[in-house]
């Protein structure tokens, strides 16, 4: 006759008695709930405005916590995204500002194949305060631009138009760091061989402020394109960090 202790002894223990209490959940893993739930909630709201404004309307939500492939929704093609595509040149700079990022808010840009976009870039924060994504909207508006010239020209009052700055962006995080590159060794007027050391210093100061380095490995990419070592570029940006930078003038764009 099998006694009772034997037989307490067959019983399988509780899930609680094998492995304890159940785990209590982390603060930071309640954060990245909170924050999935935030990104779920606006996925409905990407469809809802380009249906609401059109055909020239694109809404693009990103998520920064992956910044290569941080497109999570897109309707509309603008500026011809994808889901998994990259952050533009102004998601980067959002994500070198931190949480100290504000919204850009109906700003106008031109996109790299002469669109005229007018845009406004939302940043999304968790309970913290803490930027972790935006929600963009782009509305393309070269025909209404057209139009308001034409129709200026006709009443004799045409005019030069304003500058409008080029956001460089793309569905691949490469060609958006070659871009800004790209840019700024225009602007400098001279190839690299050709700066001085305080323009190669401003050179890797403007990257920096555009958040080019937020990227990983954009170090060896800049290194790459300008044809210096990897060593030498980490010297560069360590000194332009280290020295004081001039004013820097805003440049709009469009996530």
Known sequence: MCSLGAARRDIPPSPEAAYGQERAVTAEEALEAERDAIVGALRPVVDGLVATFGPMCEVVLHDYRRPEESVVAVAGAVTGRAVGGAMSEIGMRIVARGDEAGDELNYVTRTRDGKLVKASTMVLRDST????????????????????ALLGALAGLGGAPADVPVTAFGNDIDSVV???LDAHRLRGNGSWAGLDRAQRLELFRGLDERGVFAVRRAIEQVAARLGISRASAYSYLSQARATTAPAADPDGGHA
């Open 129 to 148: 305060g803490a930027v972790f994504g935006a929600l963009c909207v782009n509305l393309d508006v070269t025909a209404v631009s057209d139009a308001h």
């Open 178 to 180: 070659d871009a800004i």
